[in-house]
């Protein structure tokens, strides 16, 4: 009885927790500048520790409640958008728990992981969009449209030199006409790296709360050979082709290349920890590679030719 006692009370702890963190991490969104989008995408990491620690069936209970408060809590504050966001990223928690609890292998659970939150976010949009008449692409194009329009806006209201504002506005026009030629890809990217970002940092946490981390050789993944072929088919029909097709080629390249970037990314950190550099070191290395474009092209140069020159010296059959 009193075992009972202790465990359901380490999963009320374990709610509050769960909601506490996610509050902070979706509210640092609008709280925090700079920062603060980027620490909402962790937000999945609550949802992913507890779902693993007390299993699918419980993880989902405590998304429920956390979902529910949020919901809450986003009224009070006038930030109703954190219970949608909250769903996203918890049921993304949820799904990355199941790809660990199966074994997947890293490069299938990020994958997974991906795929069926495209499909979600892709529901969610179309949904949307049968209320205001609009397509899924049209909504989010109009979403993107209206912002860019509200800070142009906002500039003006500020008194800011009509040169300058004259200049935002035409680079607001070339940056939606990027945007709507690419959209598609970019929600790939986009969906992907939330994915691959919350897999890598749940490493750490697993390891300090003693829960198994799934993925002991993360160095050692490599993109499937046979994307070469598309990477040459999208480059030729997108030198080729024109109006649908070639969006379409040129958003599969976008994310082709992205993916040899991630592959270069693990050729780097495989001699990383092959000559034990230290920690100091590689967030300097990180940082160049973030920042410097550059060196992202070396990274999926990289990644396309390790197909053929084996930089790693492994065998086909380790890399996963």
């Known amino acids: ?13 374990d709610v509050l927790g769960c909601v506490g963190t996610v509050t902070v991490l979706l509210l640092a969104s609008m ?10 995408l962790l937000a999945p990491l609550p949802f ?10 419980q993880g989902a209970k405590i998304f429920t409640v956390t979902v529910l408060i949020l919901g809450l ?26 790809t660990y609890r199966r074994k997947y292998s890293f490069g299938l659970a990020v994958f997974c992981g991906t795929g069926l939150m495209l499909l979600l976010g892709a529901i969610i949009l179309i949904i949307t969009g049968l209320s205001q008449d609009l397509g899924p692409i049209e909504l989010v194009l109009e979403y993107f449209k209206s912002n860019l329009d509200e800070t142009i806006r906002v500039y003006e209201k500020m008194g800011s030199d009509p040169e300058q504002v004259t200049l935002f506005r035409e ?36 390891r300090v709360m003693n829960l198994r981390y799934p993925f002991d050789k993360m160095d050692r993944w490599s993109s499937p050979e046979h994307m070469v072929w598309g990477v040459i088919a999208t480059g030729f029909f997108l030198l080729l082709l024109d109006g649908t097709l070639e969006m379409v080629a040129l958003n599969g390249l976008v994310v082709m290349i992205v993916i040899y970037v991630f592959h270069g990314l693990s050729i780097v ?4 920890n092959k000559y034990h550099v230290p920690g100091w070191l590689r967030f300097g290395v990180y940082f160049l590679l973030l920042f410097q474009q550059v060196f992202l092209c070396v990274l999926a140069l990289a990644g396309l030719f390790d197909q053929w020159f084996n930089f790693r010296k492994m065998d086909k059959q380790n890399m996963a």
């Open 73 to 98: 809590i986003g009224k009070l504050t006038g930030f109703p958008q954190a219970v949608y966001l909250c769903v996203e990223f918890g049921l993304l928690g949820l799904i990355i728990s199941e």
């Open 48 to 57: 992913l520790y507890y779902a693993s620690k007390w299993g699918l069936y």
């Open 171 to 206: 680079f607001s026009e070339m940056l939606m006409a990027v945007i709507a030629k690419t959209y598609p890809s970019l929600a790939i990217v986009g969906t992907g790296f939330v994915v691959w970002l919350n897999i890598v940092l749940s490493r750490p946490l697993f």
């Open 269 to 272: 950190l495989f001699y990383l």
């Open 1 to 13: 009885m009193g075992e009972s006692l202790s465990i359901e009370s380490m999963k009320a702890t």
């Open 31 to 40: 709280w925090i500048p700079l920062l603060g989008p980027f620490l909402s």
